[in-house]
């Protein structure tokens, strides 16, 4: 069974830090294309930031750039979004995801991933 696991979310205060980690198991995603996203309530899901399976090229919304970083290591089939500077509006479940398309680098398009993790919450007290 394919399962892309994610940890690291809490409660935390505007302007903490925070990692995130997302890790597969039952089939390696190594040479893909990954991604975060992340949902508010009554919102719909959002595009976070991306990143190739080299790790070579990320892509990042324009709301969390500067802030936020995505990684990847492939040996632990794992890759992490660092979170810095903590807004209130940055409260939201936060997903991670795989694009299995041949040879795409990185994208924001939410329908091109096809496998998801379950997420993990983030809340943001000011």
């Known amino acids: 069974q394919v399962q892309l696991v994610e940890s690291g979310g809490g409660l935390v205060q505007a302007g903490d830090s925070l990692r995130l980690s997302c890790t597969a198991s039952?089939?390696?995603?190594?040479?893909?294309?990954m991604g975060w996203f992340r949902q508010a309530p009554g919102k719909e899901r959002e595009f976070v930031a991306a990143?190739?399976?080299?790790?070579?090229?990320?892509y990042y919304a324009d709301s969390v750039k500067g802030r936020f970083t995505i990684s990847r290591d492939n040996a632990k089939n794992t890759v992490y979004l660092q979170i810095n500077s903590l807004k209130p509006e940055d409260t939201a479940i936060y997903y991670c995801a795989a694009d299995t398309r041949y040879g795409v680098v990185a994208g924001p398009g939410l329908s091109n991933y096809n496998y998801w993790g379950q997420g993990t919450q983030v809340t943001v007290s000011s």
């Open positions: 039952g089939r390696t995603f190594s040479s893909n294309a």
């Open positions: 990143i190739s399976w080299s790790g070579s090229s990320t």
